[in-house]
C-alpha cells in the first residue's frame, strides 16, 4: 500500500472517529432528557408477570421483589418458571411465598422442550398458569422501581400500541468483570439505542420488558412461534409490528443487573450479544463501527502515525465516554479509568462477533443458523 492510499485511510478513519464522538455527545443530551417527559399512567388493572428464571443467580430475591413492591392497586400475579423442579431458583420463588403471603406467586415446572431456545419453552409453560389478560414478560436479572406497573400499563393503554418494552442500564457486581459489563451497557448499548430511537433507525423490543395483551400474543403465534430464534424478544416485537401496532418505548430506565465473574464469562455474554444482533440486522451493526470512535482513532494513528489531529481524534473520543459515564452517575476515578479498557474490549468484540458459529446461553452451545435463528448443538459421542 502505498503512501497516499494510507494517508486517505488515515483522515477517513479520523474523520469516522470525529463524526462517532459527535453522535455520543448527542446522546449525552439524550440521556440528560430521561426522565423529563410526562408518562402516561392507566387505571390499575390486574396483570400477570412471567419470570423465567434459571439457576440462583446473585440478588435474585431482591429483583423479584422490586416487581412485587409496585404502586399498584389491582392484582398482580407473578408466575416464575424453571425447566426442572430442582432447579434452586425454586427454592428461592418458595422463599418469596412465604414472606409475601398476601400477593400471588406461581411457579411453573417442567417445561418441555419446544425448540433450542430454552427460555422460550420456559415462558410458554408459564403462560399457561398466567390469569390475566396484560402479560408482562422480563429477563430474571431486571429489578425496577415502584411507579413501573403503571409507567408500562399506561403506554401499553395507548391507541395502537401493541407491545411495549424498556431500555435500561447496568448495574455491576462485587467483580471487576461485572463492572465492565455494566459499563458497557451504559456507555455502548443504551447510547446506540437512545440515538436509534432519536434518528428513527432503532426499533428496539428487549427482554428487559414485553408487555402485551393475551390476544395480541396469540395472533403472532403465543411464545410457541419463537422456540428457535435466538433475538426472541426482538423477533415479537416484529411481530406485532407485522399486525399494525407500534411498539412503545416508555420514558423509563430499568435496571440489568451483572454478575459476570471473569474474562471469559464476559466474553461469552457479550458476543451473544453482538451475534444476535448481527442476526437481526447485520447491515446496521456494520454501520455501527462508527459508534467506536477511540478504536477507530488509535488504527488511525497506528496505520498514519500519531499527527496533532489524530491525537485531538483520540482525546475527544475519551471526553466523549467519559461525559457518558458522569451523566450516568459513573463518578469515581477507579470507573473513569476502565472507560478506555471499555472501550476496546467493546471494538475486539464488535470485529470477532463477526466469526462466531456458535454461542453460549446458559452453559448451552447453540449453532447460529441464517436470519437470526439457532439450533442445538448435539454433542458427538467419543
Known sequence: MDEISVAIIGKLLILAS????????WAVVLIGRLG???SATAAPVSVSLLKPLHGAEPGL??????FLRQDWRAEVQMVCGVKRAGDPAAAIVAELRAAHL???ID????????????????LANIAKLARHDILIQSDSDIAVTPDYLARIVGALTRPGVGVVTCLYRGQGGYSLWSRLVALGIDLHFLPSALIGLASGLGHPCMGSTIALR??????????????DVLADDHAIGAAVRKLGLTVAVP?????????ERSFAELWRHEQRWNATIIGID????????ILHPLPLAVIAGTVAGFSVLTCSAVALAIAARIGLALRLGHRSIATLMLVPLRDLVSFALFVTSWFARSVDWRGAQLSLESRGRVSAEVEKSQ
Open 18 to 25: 470525529f463524526a462517532g464522538s459527535a453522535l455520543l455527545a
Open 36 to 38: 423529563r417527559r410526562d
Open 61 to 66: 430475591k431482591d429483583h423479584l421483589t422490586t
Open 102 to 104: 398476601e400477593l400471588s
Open 107 to 122: 411457579l411453573a415446572t417442567a417445561a418441555p422442550d419446544l425448540g433450542a431456545n430454552a427460555k422460550i419453552s420456559n
Open 214 to 227: 393475551r390476544g395480541t400474543l396469540a395472533r403472532i403465534g403465543g411464545f410457541e412461534a419463537f422456540a
Open 251 to 259: 420514558d423509563l430506565l430499568v435496571t440489568h443487573h451483572c454478575a
Open 282 to 289: 447485520p447491515g446496521g451493526y456494520a454501520g455501527s463501527v
